[in-house]
């Protein structure tokens, strides 16, 4: 091989070439220089590679071109898919975080809702005094507090709580005086 390019040196600038002891591969040589010089029209600039094939450095340039160009497209397509998959995780995790946020939201605007409607019906019912009662709501769950003058007026809110939509349970905390 180390021969063949001091050869096809050597025919490039005239210089004398070297001598080899097997006449094949003198005759090798002579061939790729002659291919060369078909090719190029000089001799000049030709790429014999470990084969014995001859082509032009544009030609080999090329090839190698090409081959980097197809390993920047496939490292570029995995990246590309590693982004996506990336991306289609935040959105799942942000669409989830928003639910629950969502969710929590409702709730609270449930059990405003709730607390709303159970203070109404406390100060419609004449024989309650529904000002003196306190009422707070978490998840559907109503807690009555404050005091009132009778077991009956407790026993009375209680009932008028669970009468409204959307409670769960009611506790009853209201002291009698």
């Not at 790429?47 to 090329?62: H, K, L, S």
């Not at 009932?159 to 009698?176: L, P, T």
């Amino acid at each position: 091989m180390k021969t063949l390019i001091a050869t096809l040196i050597a025919a490039a600038f005239a210089i004398a070439p070297v001598q080899a002891q097997d006449k094949t591969t003198e005759a090798s040589k002579a061939e790729a220089i002659a291919k060369c010089e078909k090719m190029t029209g000089t001799g000049k600039a030709c790429v014999v590679d470990e084969n014995g094939n001859v082509t032009t450095p544009g030609a080999a340039i090329a090839e190698r071109t090409r081959d980097a160009v197809a390993t920047v497209k496939e490292k570029t397509g995995a990246a590309v898919d590693r982004t996506k998959e990336m991306a289609s995780g935040a959105t799942r995790k942000t669409g989830d975080a928003a639910d629950r946020a969502g969710d929590r939201t409702a709730r609270a605007a449930s059990d405003t809702a709730i607390t709303t409607k159970v203070k109404a019906g406390l100060v419609a019912e004449p024989d309650l005094s529904g000002m003196q009662i306190g009422v707070d709501t978490k998840g559907g769950v109503v807690m009555l507090s404050g005091v009132v003058k009778s077991k009956t007026e407790a026993d009375r809110a209680a009932k008028v709580a669970k009468s409204i939509d959307g409670v769960a349970s009611v506790k009853n905390e209201i002291k009698v005086k």
